[in-house]
């Protein structure tokens, strides 16, 4: 078992050295949480990491599949694409523009990297999948998203057409609202290749009786082999929710995506209008994630886990996932910490894909130390300036006679000036009796 460090739990922590230590991080993510508050957007009083996790655990036993460290979550089914995502490896997004005719305020296209260009600018998606392909990467998910596609019809069609040519086995899917959907299009997108298609659906247009979406969705099921919707899961929308799940499922389309709703760090005065909340605890590990998602909001976790019980209560053979921001992030950890030739007291974890190592502290360093020796073990660090012993995670369970604070540390690996640096995130702790490898790394 490992305790997640936070300021609640620092207390816990019984080696004054290592809680010293653990707190420059607490103090690091309180730093964080001041400044979300500075932005004028309120934060959860109460920390639902607890009953999210009891509910996580109540689906497995339902017979919800559990995956990606309990960050993904289904029933029924789940798209390849969705699972590749785990470690973005074989997978490729791609974007014409960022132009959209719709505003939708929880959008997060404003934080992309060059936005306002290319609102008004377009990508040579063709030639970027030469590239790709030229590479000699292997590909087995294509995509495309936007702004929205579909206002550049033939450019989409091109794309598809060039993506079944360059990698004919890849599973290409398209991203829409689908307001600009007809027969001729979905012909047209038939034709070129396409496999998935994801809609999104506004709350407040169905509010309004449209049914232009559902139509749309329907009409593509004529066409397209795998027809999704995926939608931001607002909170308090459990009743609305079950509605669209009941209507989809009628359908007979392949699933649904739950997002965990999110604040995009912008248009403030809409989130506080409406009383959302930030996450007391947003992330696991407080990093700069490459998803400009934003922040979590309170409330829309419970509402999409609740809907997965909904679907397994109804019988629903609709697949209906849930994807947390944090399953979001993961692609992006195997990328920067996978592949590399580590330190030897350095271990890659297959549960959250952080680098992880062990460390004691203070009183405890001679007593490990003396441990170590006598076994022939000397592959471990002393840092004088941090009063630590740095080890490997496997060597804990030669420590279980002793009653010592054990810091597991969580890093990643990144490039600095062309050089490649280990920079350390977060400090957790664990005990020789209580830790497992297989089960908590």
């Known amino acids: 078992m490992i305790l997640d460090v936070t300021q609640s739990t620092l ?9 010293e230590y653990a707190n420059i991080y607490v103090q690091i993510y309180q730093d964080f949480m001041d400044q979300v508050r500075q932005m004028g ?12 996790a009891q509910k996580t655990a109540d689906l497995r036993k339902k017979g919800a599949v559990v995956r990606n460290d309990d960050k993904s979550i289904y029933v029924n089914g789940i798209s390849p694409s969705c699972q590749a995502c ?3 490896i074989g997978s490729s997004t791609f974007f014409i523009s960022l132009k959209c005719h719709r505003d939708c305020f929880y959008c997060f296209n404003p934080n992309q990297q060059d936005y306002d260009y290319y609102r008004e600018h377009t990508r040579d998606t063709t030639a970027e999948l030469d590239a790709l392909y030229a590479s000699n990467q292997r590909v087995q998910h294509v ?3 936007g702004g929205e596609p579909l206002l550049y019809k033939e450019e989409t069609y091109r794309f598809f057409e060039r993506a079944r040519q360059l990698f004919p086995s890849a599973h290409a899917r398209l991203y829409t609202c689908g307001d600009h959907i007809d027969r001729a299009t979905l012909e047209s997108l038939q034709k070129a290749g396409l496999k998935e298609i994801r809609f999104s659906i506004r709350m407040h247009d169905l509010a309004k009786g449209h049914r232009n979406t559902y139509d749309n969705i329907a009409l593509a099921r004529e066409y397209i082999p795998n027809v999704m919707v995926e939608m931001p899961i607002l909170p308090n929308t459990l009743d609305e929710m079950k509605e669209i799940l009941l209507e989809l499922d009628r359908m007979g389309i392949f699933g649904i995506n739950l997002l ?5 760090l912008n248009k403030v005065e809409i989130y506080r209008e409406k009383g959302y909340k930030v996450k007391v605890h947003p992330f696991r590990v407080l990093y700069e994630y490459w998803y400009a998602g934003g922040l979590p909001i309170a409330g829309s976790e419970t509402v999409c886990l609740d809907l997965i019980d909904f679907a397994l209560d109804e019988g629903l053979k609709l697949g209906v996932h849930y994807c947390s921001l944090e399953n979001k992030h993961t692609g992006q950890l195997y990328k920067q910490n996978g592949g590399h030739r580590l330190p ?4 890659f974890s297959q549960r959250d894909y952080f680098l992880k190592t062990a460390k004691v502290f203070g009183e405890d360093i001679p007593p490990v130390k003396r441990v170590f020796d006598k076994a022939g073990y000397r592959d471990y660090s002393i840092s004088e300036q941090h009063n630590s012993l740095e080890f490997h995670v496997n060597k804990i369970g030669s420590l279980r006679k002793m009653a010592v604070d054990v810091g597991i540390s969580s890093h990643v690996i990144e490039t ?14 664990t005990t020789p009796q209580t830790f497992r490898l297989s089960k908590d790394i």
């Open 143 to 145: 995509a495309l998203t």
């Open 416 to 429: 600095r000036k062309d050089e490649e640096v280990l920079r350390e995130l977060k400090v957790d702790v």
């Open 11 to 19: 207390n816990e922590i019984k080696n004054p050295a290592l809680r």
């Open 86 to 88: 785990q470690t973005g």
């Open 41 to 52: 957007l309120e934060v959860e009083v109460e920390d639902t990491t607890v009953e999210a």
């Open 344 to 347: 030897s007291r350095m271990y």
């Open 260 to 264: 965990e709703f999110c604040f995009p």
